[in-house]
């Protein structure tokens, strides 16, 4: 979110100057003014707005051949207009800083894809074998990979996840960690020039945004994968992300009637067993 970001950040994006179309600026202002309602508004939404806003063109910029063009969705939106524009004078992001583990390149970027907003990286259990690719010093283009998430349907962790989830979360619990979702993941990655390709599969842990830290987390990683090596699963990345939980706003499910019980036949169809979160009002009180 760009209220996240401090006034330099601002400045050397140039969401805040006059190289942006004014309608752009306002928006930006407006948010950073109304950050309770507006703050969900990202970096990448910023660039969208700025793609299809641009700038009048000065007498000098008419001389330049036109940009090519490109589509608000592709990667190369976040390559040009955020990765260079943020980082490039902020020489601290690609490197590791205390008491974070990996470097805030890779934090916002690793998961680049999977949504318009991806959440951050807090860790991985591959770090050392498998480096992210990072621009170098001085590129003016540089293709970002692009990942999806799948399923982890017919590979050998999924056979033996209901046994061994009960165990991950007792082990997140017996260490005092708080999380917001643990399942199991495949990740397709694009990198630049090369065909798509499957990752390895992962445990992918969310936990609440400041609930712990990077090194809590690297503390707790090697016992998940000793649980899951315990059932010879041993191909696997455990990858720790900040993520929250947002309820949906309705009354409970009501709760599963025995099939020996008389409202059995008209509860039924709105239990649990939907798997969705809708359900009538019990009625009946015998």
């Not at 008389?262 to 009180?285: C, D, E, M, Q, Y």
Request: with cysteine; proline share 10%; charged share 20%.
């Amino acid at each position: 979110e760009i209220v996240d970001l401090t006034p330099e950040e601002l400045t050397s994006l140039g969401y805040l100057s006059n190289d942006v179309a004014p309608g752009v600026k306002r928006r930006v202002e407006r948010v950073l003014a109304d950050r309770v309602r507006l703050g969900s508004v990202t970096v990448f939404m910023v660039e969208c707005m700025i793609r299809r806003n641009p700038a009048q063109a000065t007498s000098q910029d008419a001389a330049e051949p036109p940009a090519t063009p490109t589509s608000p969705t592709s990667s190369t939106v976040s390559d040009a207009g955020t990765l260079f524009s943020l980082y490039s004078n902020n020489s601290q992001a690609f490197t590791v800083v205390t008491p974070d583990l990996i470097s805030k390149y890779e934090s916002d970027f690793w998961y680049n894809g999977i949504s318009g907003s991806p959440p951050p990286l807090l860790w991985r259990s591959d770090l050392e074998d498998n480096h992210f690719p990072v621009p170098a010093p001085g590129a003016r283009f540089f293709s970002i990979p692009v990942k999806t998430a799948h399923g982890v349907i017919g590979t050998p962790l999924n056979a033996v996840w209901p046994a061994v989830a009960p165990e991950i979360v007792a082990s997140l619990k017996s260490r005092g960690l708080k999380y917001s979702a643990v399942q199991p993941v495949r990740f397709s990655i694009v990198e630049d020039g090369k065909e798509e390709y499957l990752g390895p599969v992962v445990v992918w842990i969310a936990v609440p945004p400041k609930s712990t830290n990077a090194g809590a987390v690297r503390d707790a990683t090697p016992d998940i994968l000793r649980i899951l090596a315990d059932s010879q699963i041993t191909d696997v990345v455990v990858e720790w992300y900040q993520g929250a939980i947002q309820k949906f706003a309705g009354p409970p499910l009501m709760s599963v009637d025995d099939h020996t019980s008389a409202a059995f036949g008209l509860s039924h169809p709105f239990n649990v067993g939907l798997g969705v979160p809708i359900a009538r009002h019990p009625k009946h009180t015998s």
